[in-house]
C-alpha cells in the first residue's frame, strides 16, 4: 500500500476531495483550527496578557498569574476528554469533532471581546479562567477524536503517516497563531497592540471555525467503528472499561506525553516570556517559533513516516534521550548566544527531537486500545499526561526560576525528569508498527 492508494475508498460529498484524502485534510483542518485557538491564548500569555488581565509592580508575578490561568486549560483537558471519549466511543467520532471545534471557537472570539482589567477589574480575570476552561474542554475532545479517526481510516502501514497528519495540523495552528501576532505586532506600533491589536488574532478565530467545520462536517466514521456499532458492541461505559481492563495501556500513554509535550511548552510558550524577561527581547522568539512551526509542517509527517519504516519504539527512545540532553544546552544559549541563530536552536529542538516522538503519537497511542474504547483511551491517556507536563510546564518554569534564583537549572532538571518517566513507559509500550515490519503477514488486531 502507497500513498497513491489513498484516493481508493468513497466519494467524500461535496467537495471533491475523495476517500480517504478527505480524511487527512478534515484531520489536518480541523486541528489546525482547533490549535490556533488554543496557541493563540497561549502566546498572547507570554506576550501581553500579565499586562491587560494582571497588572501589577512584579511582571514576574503577572507572568506567573497568566501562565497559572494557561494551566486551567489544561487541567480541564481530561474532563473533555473523557466525555468526548464517551460518547465518541458511544456514538461516533465524527460528531463530536464538530461540535469541540465550534466550541473552542466561541470561547476563543469570546476572549478576543473581553474587557480588560482596567475595564471591569476582577471579573476580567473570572471570565478569562471561564473562557480558558471551555477552551480546555474542547481541546480536550479533539486531539483524541482526530488523532482515533485518521489512523482507523489507515491502510496498514501508512499508520504512523496518517496519524501525523493530526499532529501537522498542531503545528499549522502553531503557525497561525504565531503568524498572527507577529503580523500584528509588525503592523502596529507596540501602544496599538497593547491597546486593541493582541484582540485581532482571537477575533479571526471565527472564520477559520467555518473552513474547518466545512471540511470536517463530509468525514464518516472509521469502517471498524461501523463495524463495531452495526454489530451492536458498543461499550456501555467507556471511562470505567478503560480504567478496569486497559489500565495498563492507559499507564503507558500517559507517561508517552510527559516528556514531549514539556519541551513543547518551553520551545514555544515558556520561551517568550524567558527572553522578555531576560533579555529584554519578544521578537526574536515569536519569528523562531514561527519558522519551526512551518518547518513541522513537512517534519511531522516525515517522523510519521518514518515510524512506520523503522517502527514506533526505536525513534521514540532516541527521541526522549535526546531531550534529557538537549534542554540544558538550550537555556545557556538563551542565555548567552546570539539570537540570530535561535531559529536554528529551535529546528534541532522542535523539527529533530520534538517532531520525532509527536510525529506517530497519534499511531502510537491509537494502537495500544481497542477499538470500542480508543477513544476514550486515547483521550485519557493524552490528556492527563499533557497536564501532568505541557499545562503545568510555563507556571512550573517561571516558579523554578524564582527558586534557582534567576538561574534556569531547576527548569533543566525538571524536564529531565519526565523524560526519564517518559523513557520508562516507551519501552513498555507496544509496538504493532515493529511487528508488522518484522513479519507483513502478521495478523492485524487493531
Known sequence: MTALDLQETETAPSSGITGKKRVLTSSFIGTAVEWYDFYAYGTATALIFNQQFFPTESSL?????????FAIGFISRPLGGAIAGHLGDRIGRKALLSFSLVIMGLASTAIGLLPG???????????LVVLRLIQGLASGAEWGGSATLAVEHAPRG???????????????????????????QTFLTHEQFVSFGWRIPF?????????????RLGVDDSPSFRKIKDEDQLVKAPVAEVLRHHWRALLITIGLRLAQPGLFAILAVYLLSYLSAQRGDSTHGVIAVAIVSALGLASGPLWGWASDRLGRKPIAIAAIIAIAVFIWPFFWFLDNGSLLFLPLVLVVGMNFIHDAIYGPQAAWFAEQFPVEVRYT??????????????????????????????????????????????LIAAIAAKDPAREYIRNPKTPDTF
Do not use: D, E, H, K
Request: contains cysteine; aromatic residues 10%.
Open 377 to 422: 483511551g486515547v483521550s485519557l491517556g493524552c490528556q492527563i499526561g499533557t497536564v501532568l507536563s505541557g499545562g503545568l510546564t510555563p507556571v512550573i518554569a517561571a516558579s523554578l526560576l524564582v527558586v534557582g534564583g534567576g538561574q534556569p537549572w531547576l527548569i533543566c532538571l525538571y524536564i529531565t525528569a519526565l523524560a526519564a518517566l517518559s
Open 158 to 184: 501508512l499508520r504512523g503517516f496518517f496519524g501525523s497528519f493530526t499532529q501537522t495540523g498542531s503545528a499549522a495552528g502553531m503557525l497561525l497563531a504565531t503568524g498572527a501576532f507577529v503580523l500584528v
Open 61 to 69: 508575578i503577572g507572568s506567573i498569574a497568566a501562565f497559572a490561568i
Open 203 to 215: 477575533l479571526a478565530s471565527a472564520v477559520l471555525v467555518g473552513v474547518g467545520l466545512y471540511i
Open 117 to 127: 482589567y482596567a475595564t471591569i477589574g476582577g471579573f476580567a480575570v473570572l471570565g
